[in-house]
């Protein structure tokens, strides 16, 4: 029997704001997208969901980051800052690239990271 790999191609992101959580998303991620429907963060989509089950307010943000890989962490860090995001952590010079950390409205952690080419 041959074991298969699936590739992640989505997550579903519940919040109790959908529209203002997808205008984040847009101004921040995908200033492109239009429409209701999921966005695409460069090949991987972000479905954006109403849901009762969740709080407004993430309370465990650590247990799960979002990590976006650029090519060009400046132009992105500029975009990121346009759009006003909260930063948790300032961007710092790591050993094995360049990171960011930040969160979006419902309190959950993203990333942007630029790796070191041969690190």
Known sequence: MTMITPKPGSVLL???RPAELRDWYRRALAPGHEGEGPIDL???LL???ERDDVDAKNNEPGRMILNFHVDDFDAVEAQLRAAGVD???PVA???????GTFE???GNYLQIIQFKKNA
Do not use: A, N
């Open 14 to 16: 519940g919040t109790t």
């Open 42 to 44: 460069g090949g991987f």
């Open 47 to 49: 479905v954006i969901e």
């Open 87 to 89: 930063w948790l952590v």
């Open 93 to 99: 010079d790591r050993p094995s690239g360049r990171f």
């Open 104 to 106: 979006d409205p419902d």
